[in-house]
């Protein structure tokens, strides 16, 4: 079985502006779930983002950018909170998540990736 350790999947945590994650490769990983928790007023979305473009890696350091599908959206209504995304059978190549800024200022204390699949 493969195994995705929990990884912070966020390059950043301040959310007065735009975050984007990590690109995580999940293919052979089924199941999974991404963690995260926010203080302050931060108006703006989280946004679990996939893509299936398998000419294109983004671990290669030439890689030109990939093409991201939304599969969830979980708002920051511009207090803090936290959320937890359950990823299931979702059979994309590619993973991360983003955070589309609105308005308000805030931190995110928790965002951790874990994932487990059949390979």
Known sequence: ???????????????????????????????????????????GDFKVQVSDDELKNPLDPDYTDLTWIDVSTQAAGGAGGSHRFKITDEG??????????????????????TFKGVK
């Open 1 to 43: 079985m493969r195994h995705l350790q929990a990884t912070e999947i966020l390059l950043g945590t301040d959310l007065s502006g735009d975050i984007n994650g990590k690109v995580l490769d999940i293919a052979n990983l089924d199941t999974g779930s991404i963690s995260l928790t926010w203080t302050g007023s931060p108006v």
């Open 92 to 113: 994309a190549r590619w993973l991360t998540v983003v955070f589309s800024s609105t308005s308000g200022t805030g931190t995110v204390t928790v965002h951790n990736a």
